[in-house]
């Protein structure tokens, strides 16, 4: 059966239509149950291979990701702003952290928060990713986390909804073939009325595609950055509906960064409670072979002074420098997490 097909049929059966358009031309994702595989499963590599995205089931167990959870609300109260977690008066723009496209938090210490030292210590993570790359000598991305506010309470909150900003996060000429699998661990269970990760099943193919087809739009994105993002409207992606997958608390969905993707907000009107909607840890592991001594010198000199980087481990990219970051005009009022106290699994992870 085709991935069309097969999207198609799940959409049926659960009936998960959006309640409401995401805009005129943008793309509907739909809400789908897909297999989840156990981690470091050979099955998992030959999903991912051939899928260009893959869940793994339970890389956290629900105990551990409702303490990964309770971290990350540590580390938003520690920030020093006035955020309390149980008083969603106090999460508004004036407190929290600056975000970014689909309300990822990159910066202020964010990467070295003692939640993402517990999640990404989790050893079922690594072995996720030690299958896709046959190696257990891995890196670490030192990135952010997307935690979703109940915008039924507040309008305002609402994240960018539908297929609106879907890119692939590797550069078609100067990075061909496959080169990293980006990740997310899902804290909360996922819903339609959540929101989530939003990706083109089997789209990582058309990746040697993309510099013919958009030759203008892609001569404008500079060679070393790997990012390119599709017109929210093109009429090139309507073949093959986007997906939400279904994710249980403590699940890995793991994506090629050839696989188009983005995230949406909710595809059906959430209640008004006072609790996350979505809660994930960004996290992605390459093998230490392909970073230089620069870039482990660089790493390790990341976690003395708290700095988060994007997704890739084999090139220094600090999220601090993103231009939302560097256009708070006070950025100090953040109060930054204390450089973490590493052990010698996480020092590996590293680069020492
Ligand atoms: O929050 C998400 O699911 C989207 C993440 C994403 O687009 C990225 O990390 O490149």
Redesign the pocket.
Known sequence: MSEQADVRRAHDARGSAAAEPAGPGVIEPVYVHVERFAPGSVESVAYLQEHGYVVIANALSPQEAARGLDLAWDYLEELGTGIDRSDWTTWGDDRWPTSVH?G?LPGHGIGHCAAQWFIRSVPAVKAAFAAIWQDDDLLVSFDGM?LWRPWALNEAWRTNRGGSWL?I?QHPITRPGLQCV?G?ISLLPTSPATG??VLIPGSHRTFEKIAEAYPERLGRVPLEVDHFRFPADDPLLTGTPPIMCHLEAGDLLLWDSRTI???SGSLEAPAAEAALLRA?S?ICMMPRRLSSPEVLEKRRKAVERVTSTT?WTDRFINADRFPQILAEPNPERFRRPDPPVLNDYQRRLVGW
């Open positions: 689909g990822i997307a890119h996060d980006q997310l989530g990760n993707h983005c995230s994930v960004l997704n």
